[in-house]
């Protein structure tokens, strides 16, 4: 649905280099019915990037991609900065798995924080398995700070892949979010350490005033609801 910046394995060339991007308040839904391994927003490398306050349900795949690319480390140091908060997704990889509500396959520098994210996910069919995780740091993600989303229905809320083994990229930090699943992938080799920082329920009917307020405050703001 919204894509920005170049599928460029290795971004050495400046023209092909974003920044400053702001992709907010967008009703994004039903989209790639044909093509499944479309996207709700696809960003590339990004120096400067803020993905907020849009509302993603019903996709095939994951509902937001940030940072996306495959090159080696020493091309992605201009990937920085990265705010994503208060989006509200809804039934994500309904058709294909290994994916995220939130997937982030790469470090980035600077300030890279996943916030206040509301985020409910689809029930798992024969199609798409159980590799559906909420907040997805996949192969050198790293140097991410995951703190206050609300995250309820997805086999993992958080996952990560390898972070321990790339210690050169800095760690992913996870505290005080809010969620309904007590399992996480790995996280990096961190999930033991982010437990007793975690905020577990039952179910979404118990939610505290702190995870409704999250709740409320994500998706569209007023002035753009439908």
Known sequence: AV??????YKPNDARMRISDVVIDNNLIHDVANEYYGGLGILLFY??????????IKNVPYSAINAGWGWA????????????????????FCMELNDGG???????????AVVEKNYIVGSEPTMRTGTMLHGIYHDAFG????????????????ITGRGVKER????????????????????AGGIFEEIKEQTH???????????????????????????
């Open 3 to 8: 894509e920005v910046g170049e599928d460029s």
């Open 46 to 55: 990004a120096n400067g990037a803020k993905i907020t306050h849009n509302e």
């Open 72 to 91: 080696n480390n020493e091309y992605v140091e201009s990937s920085r900065d990265f705010l994503i908060s208060h989006n509200k997704i809804e039934n």
């Open 101 to 111: 509500a939130i997937y982030m396959p790469n470090p980035t520098f600077g300030e």
């Open 142 to 157: 790293a140097n991410w700070t995951d703190r206050y989303n609300v995250i309820d229905c997805t086999i993992d809320w």
């Open 167 to 186: 210690d050169y990229f800095g760690s992913i930090t996870a505290h005080d979010n809010y969620t309904t699943s007590k399992s996480g992938d790995n």
């Open 200 to 226: 577990y329920v039952e179910s979404a009917e118990e939610w505290p005033e702190e995870a409704l307020q999250i709740i409320e405050e994500s998706g569209l703001e007023s002035e753009n609801e439908y």
